[in-house]
């Protein structure tokens, strides 16, 4: 990949990586492993885990409240993860050439499910599975982005026959709002209102408000977010691999696991983009105390507790003008 921002493999060797979600509760990323189904959480202690749950040509994430939907392209249909499995909240018609659905997502209240072989939009009551609204015309809507929390439209769909970024209105009804964008399938829009897309075909992630380039040379990239803190989380599914962009700061740990001398502080880094230059604050803290904070600096330190299990894990939340960042290490005494 080719970017001007600095950029960080979150995961690799993965089985298809497809559509992801950022958790902002926790930090953790849900990613979707198209080519055997399975579910991986990238982050916290154990930085990369799998769930016990199977979706078959697992596809697009989206969450209300506690649950996680996931897409399951295979079946044409959207389940709930349960704790023994998962739970079948609309089934729809199935396309006989298997191009079933693709991205969903949600409003904090509704999914929005784009039906993808049959052009078509659907408002989802998550309990029920009924559909309480649905908007045709589009050619193949493949993703979605809706306002989080609930707020008031309109969404964003990507449709990529159409090659097009449309806007969804509230009253009915969409506009384009981008074109020229071959094959696009996922799209997000920024805090500063510019919409970003992957072009799988062109193995690229474009700037569709200003028409840059902001990263080239990926391999089918497929999923698109943002983390806490406005960073571009990329999924490059034919290399296997979780991309993060930064595009505002990161926060670089140790190795998992380290050994730590009595006392001994922890200095965490930070990496900034070009020109970012926000003071930073550590506003939450478990497993250790901050001795000195990050401020406008390239690092900062923590000192662990003592460490009376075999391994021990410190937790922190730093908060910055364009959201909030996650970092988790483990250590032993």
């Known amino acids: 990949m080719t970017s001007s921002n600095p950029v960080i493999i979150l995961a690799s060797g993965l089985n298809g990586p497809d559509d992801l979600l950022y958790l902002a509760a926790d930090g953790t990323i849900i990613v979707g492993e198209h080519g055997n189904g399975h579910l991986v959480v990238i982050g916290g202690p154990s930085r990369l885990k799998r769930l016990p749950q199977v979706v078959p040509e697992a596809e697009g994430i989206a969450q209300i409240g506690s649950t996680i939907y996931i897409a399951d392209q295979l079946h044409n249909r959207v389940v709930a993860l349960t704790a023994t499995g998962v739970r079948t909240v609309i089934q729809l018609v199935p396309d006989p050439n298997g191009l079933n659905l693709d991205g969903i997502a949600s409003n904090g209240i509704q999914l929005i499910v784009?039906?993808?072989p049959h052009g078509t939009v659907l408002f989802v009551d998550p309990s029920s599975?009924?559909?309480?609204?649905?908007?045709?015309?589009?050619?193949?809507?493949?993703?979605?982005?809706?306002?989080?929390?609930?707020?008031?439209?309109?969404?964003?769909?990507?449709?990529?026959?159409?090659?097009?970024?449309?806007?969804?209105?509230?009253a009915g009804g969409f506009y384009k709002l981008a074109g020229n964008l071959p094959g696009v399938d996922d799209v997000v829009r920024d805090s500063?209102?510019?919409?970003?897309?992957?072009?799988?075909?062109?193995?690229?992630?474009?700037?569709?408000?200003?028409?840059a380039t902001v990263a080239r040379g990926l391999r089918n990239p497929q999923g698109l977010d943002f983390?806490?803190?406005?960073?571009?989380?990329?999924?490059?599914?034919?290399?296997?691999?979780?991309?993060?962009?930064?595009?505002?700061?990161?926060?670089?740990?140790?190795?998992?696991a380290v050994r730590l001398l009595p006392r001994q502080r922890v200095c965490?880094?930070?990496t900034r983009a070009k020109g970012y230059a926000a003071a930073l604050t550590v506003d939450q803290v478990t497993g250790a105390t901050?001795?000195?904070?990050?401020?406008?600096?390239?690092?900062?330190?923590?000192?662990?507790q003592p460490c009376s299990a075999?391994?021990?894990?410190?937790?922190?939340?730093?908060?910055?003008?364009?959201?909030?960042?996650?970092?988790e290490f483990t250590y032993r005494d």
């Open 114 to 116: 784009p039906d993808s």
């Open 129 to 170: 599975g009924h559909v309480t609204k649905r908007q045709g015309g589009f050619s193949r809507p493949a993703g979605v982005w809706a306002n989080p929390g609930g707020q008031a439209g309109p969404y964003l769909i990507a449709d990529e026959n159409a090659n097009a970024v449309f806007a969804l209105q509230n």
């Open 192 to 211: 500063h209102n510019h919409v970003l897309v992957t072009l799988p075909g062109l193995g690229a992630l474009r700037d569709a408000t200003s028409g």
């Open 227 to 256: 983390d806490g803190a406005q960073n571009l989380l990329v999924t490059e599914s034919d290399a296997g691999r979780v991309d993060l962009i930064v595009k505002t700061f990161v926060i670089r740990v140790p190795a998992p």
């Open 268 to 270: 965490l880094g930070i």
């Open 290 to 304: 901050v001795t000195t904070q990050p401020g406008t600096s390239a690092s900062f330190e923590v000192l662990p």
């Open 310 to 327: 075999a391994v021990c894990t410190v937790s922190v939340v730093v908060s910055s003008p364009a959201g909030r960042e996650f970092a």
